[in-house]
């Protein structure tokens, strides 16, 4: 099981081509079992990255929602209750970036690897994460 972080996602869906070696081969796997996984909030960290002028993206945030949730093998996974709370209270010292905790609570949930370019999310020791 594989959860891509917004980076990850935003970089495989443009063509792949900032991805890692290693980033790439666990999404190709991930394809074929039909279990690449999203998190809802990565849409909210995308549309606020759109509407600040950071990230341009040749649609509307509507369609490429949209467009995201039409893939057969993306699940986007909301963000509930349990993973707002876990996503405060996680063990050990993590950084304070919202959308990162809930990235990375929704992984330890789904016990997916978490695909990050993220040094912060890539060094904490209690998510899976891979580049």
């Known amino acids: 099981m594989t959860l891509l972080d917004t ?11 900032e991805l890692s070696k290693v ?3 666990e999404i190709g796997l991930a394809r074929k079992s039909g279990e690449i996984y999203v998190s809802a909030i990565s849409a909210w ?4 990255l759109v509407k600040k002028k950071r990230v341009v993206i040749e649609m509307s945030m509507e369609d490429w929602v949209r467009e995201l949730t039409e893939l057969e093998f993306v699940k ?12 405060v209270n996680l063990p050990g ?3 304070k970036d919202p ?3 809930i990235i990375v609570a929704t992984a330890r949930r789904l016990g ?15 998510v899976q994460a891979v580049w």
């Open 45 to 48: 960290e995308l549309a606020l």
């Open 23 to 25: 980033a790439r081969g």
């Open 76 to 87: 986007v996974i909301p963000v509930d209750a349990e993973t707002a709370v876990e996503s």
């Open 99 to 101: 959308a990162d905790r």
């Open 112 to 126: 997916a690897k978490l695909v990050t370019k993220d040094k912060k999310i890539l060094g904490y020791d209690h």
């Open 7 to 17: 980076n990850a996602l935003l970089w495989w869906l443009d063509g792949g081509g």
């Open 93 to 95: 010292e993590f950084h």
